[in-house]
Nanobody, 125 residues
């Protein structure tokens, strides 16, 4: 069993930055790949970024134009998502995810076994 707990969401004006955190616990062997997804009202869940914890390899949704950065702590138990130059269209619920296998490029939700509860991000114009 893997548990994921996100934090760091909130409200910010366009052009600002936010940093999300996801604390993972449970079987480390079940979560070598971790990532972030987001979902806006009425839209499908969209992959944002993923990271291979043992090797640090990162994948991003190219639509983000390099504005977001995924990273991890030294122990591989916390994954961060730094979001810069935020736009109103970045608003939504951001979910932390974990998987036993690669999530794809860009990450796809059908490859995810574990989800966090989500954290709301609201970007105002």
């Amino acid at each position: 069993q893997v548990d994921l707990v996100e934090s760091g969401g909130g409200s910010v004006q366009a052009g600002g930055s936010l940093k999300l955190s996801c604390v993972a616990s449970g079987n480390r062997g079940s979560r070598p790949y971790m990532g972030w997804f987001r979902q806006a009202p009425g839209q499908e869940r969209e992959g944002v970024a993923s990271i291979y914890i043992p090797g640090g390899i990162k994948d991003y949704n190219p639509s983000l134009d390099g504005r977001f950065s995924i990273s991890q702590d030294n122990a591989g138990n916390v994954v961060y998502l730094l979001m810069n130059t935020l736009k109103p269209e970045d608003s939504g619920i951001y979910f932390c995810a974990a998987s036993r296998s690669a999530m794809g490029q860009p990450p796809t939700s059908d490859r995810v076994q574990y989800w966090g509860q989500g954290t709301q991000v609201t970007v105002s114009s």
